[in-house]
């Protein structure tokens, strides 16, 4: 099993839809969960960090379920320029020093 | 404030050749990754350092893959001998000291590497 694992998409949405995407991981001590955006042809930019409690920035809510160890991303009112890949991150303990293991992605195309 | 750096932007080599990409991470940062980014496999780690030193290189392909942390604010990655297989964007990130929580990496623009 990945140490990671999204559906890479795409997803097709309409202008002002919600979406919500998925990411698993295998390890159960993963303290640190972030959610990367990353456009075409450029770096992986930090979204958000995701809280135990659950967060939200604007149209964006990132929740963590630890019992089924999954994070998700719930983008509302969706615009056209939220159109790009989404990465998933998790942080591990690897003897004393952390470790940032990536999902591949998953791809939100937004149209009009 | 200068995030991470990078450069070549841009490389294009033939095969057979030593290919050298360099990464300057943000100041006060003391880990740092490097990682490769294909469309088949994704976004990859291949080493990562922490205070200039080595902590896991198990992702660095083969021995033709060398990184090197000489100071706190300068990384190579080598290459050599490339070869086509080795054609990928590679990325530069680094993070800030583990507070025992949420220290997100912050990437540099990469370098995307040809070779012919």
């Known amino acids: ?112 | 404030d200068a995030g991470v750096i990078q450069s070549p932007r841009h490389e294009v080599t033939e095969m057979g050749q030593e290919v050298t990409l360099r990464c300057k991470p943000i100041s006060g940062h003391n880990s740092l990754f490097w990682y490769r980014q294909t469309m088949m496999r994704g976004l990859e780690l291949l080493i990562y350092f922490n205070n200039n030193v080595p902590i896991d290189d198990s992702g660095m392909p083969e021995d033709r893959f060398s990184a090197k942390m000489p100071n706190a604010s300068f990384s190579t990655l080598k290459i050599q001998p490339s070869e086509p297989r080795d054609s990928a964007v590679y990325f530069c990130a680094s993070s800030p000291p583990w507070t025992g929580r949420n220290q997100p990496q912050h990437f540099g623009d990469g370098t995307r590497l040809s070779i012919l």
């Not at chain 1, 390890?27 to 409690?53: I, T």
Request: with cysteine; glycine share 6%; charged share 20%.
């Open chain 1, 1 to 112: 099993r990945k140490e990671v694992e999204q559906d890479p998409g795409p997803f097709n949405v309409p202008e002002g839809a919600t979406v919500a995407f998925n990411c698993t991981y295998s390890n159960s001590a993963s303290q640190s969960f972030f959610w990367y955006r990353q456009d075409c042809r450029k770096e992986p930019k930090l979204l958000m960090s995701v809280y135990s409690s659950g967060n939200e920035d604007g149209r964006f809510t990132a929740q963590l379920n630890r019992a089924s160890q999954y994070i998700s991303l719930l983008i509302r009112d969706s615009k056209l320029s939220d159109s790009a890949t989404y990465l998933c991150a998790v942080n591990i303990m690897n003897t004393g020093f952390q470790k940032l293991v990536f999902g591949t992605g998953t791809r939100l195309l937004v149209s009009p």
